[in-house]
């Protein structure tokens, strides 16, 4: 189901597409990075002019597309200046994440045993992303920050998920370093126009 139309948006979901229907997590998650690099880099695909609106006081989410046949979707997220997101995970889907514009800064995070009941987390790694650049989780490697780390640009991001991206876990900081309170968190959408 195509939210509105756009430059390119048949080739962004034929290559979706063929990737989804590679015989493994890797192989899709793979070819579908690849692909979106080259669709982002080619100027192929352009993206509504929505998605370059920021929300007051968070990142903006706005699904471009839904399959209804393969099941993901293609989620475009806006991230004002410093707009970052806590510690989360995908509620164990895969996705491929691409920086369409600006620049975003991604920490992984690797789950250590819990302790006392609370979350305990270890960063295993930091990238600052630009233009064109794409990256993938896939569960159980899935917990990760993403940050805007600009003063005065916005970011954006395109991000397919291998399912409807609902809700997921985040985990919030508990004081004097006692690890993590994990939450669900229901995910929004704003509209596209």
């Given at each position: 189901?195509?939210?509105?139309?756009?430059?390119?948006?048949?080739?962004?979901?034929?290559?979706?597409?063929?990737?989804?229907?590679?015989?493994?997590?890797?192989?899709v998650?793979?070819?579908?990075?690849?692909?979106?690099?080259?669709?982002?880099?080619?100027?192929?695909?352009?993206?509504?002019?929505?998605?370059?609106?920021?929300?007051?006081?968070?990142?903006?989410?706005?699904?471009?597309y839904?399959?209804?046949?393969?099941?993901?979707?293609?989620v475009?997220?806006?991230?004002?200046?410093?707009?970052?997101?806590p510690?989360?995970?995908?509620?164990?889907?895969w996705c491929v994440?691409?920086?369409?514009s600006?620049?975003l800064?991604?920490?992984?995070?690797?789950?250590?045993?819990?302790?006392?009941?609370?979350?305990?987390?270890?960063?295993?790694?930091?990238?600052?992303?630009?233009?064109?650049?794409?990256g993938?989780?896939?569960?159980?490697?899935?917990?990760?920050?993403?940050?805007?780390?600009?003063?005065?640009?916005?970011?954006v991001s395109?991000?397919?998920?291998s399912?409807?991206?609902?809700?997921?876990?985040?985990?919030?900081?508990?004081p004097?370093?006692?690890?993590y309170?994990?939450?669900?968190?229901?995910?929004?959408?704003?509209?596209?126009?």
């Open positions: 189901m195509l939210t509105t139309q756009f430059p390119g948006c048949r080739e962004l979901i034929d290559a979706i597409d063929h990737a989804v229907a590679m015989n493994s997590t890797f192989a998650t793979d070819t579908l990075r690849n692909s979106l690099c080259k669709l982002m880099r080619s100027g192929a695909v352009k993206l509504p002019d929505c998605v370059f609106e920021t929300a007051e006081g968070r990142y903006a989410r706005r699904e471009l839904r399959s209804e046949q393969h099941g993901y979707c293609v475009a997220m806006t991230w004002g200046p410093g707009q970052g997101t510690i989360h995970d995908h509620c164990g889907m994440e691409g920086v369409w600006g620049a800064e991604v920490v992984q995070y690797e789950r250590l045993a819990d302790e006392n009941g609370h979350c305990r987390f270890q960063p295993v790694g930091s990238i600052q992303a630009g233009p064109g650049s794409a993938s989780l896939i569960p159980p490697h899935e917990y990760h920050t993403i940050r805007n780390p600009s003063d005065d640009a916005i970011a395109l991000h397919i998920y399912g409807n991206m609902t809700r997921c876990a985040i985990f919030q900081p508990l004097e370093d006692h690890g309170e994990r939450c669900e968190r229901q995910l929004g959408l704003d509209p596209v126009h």
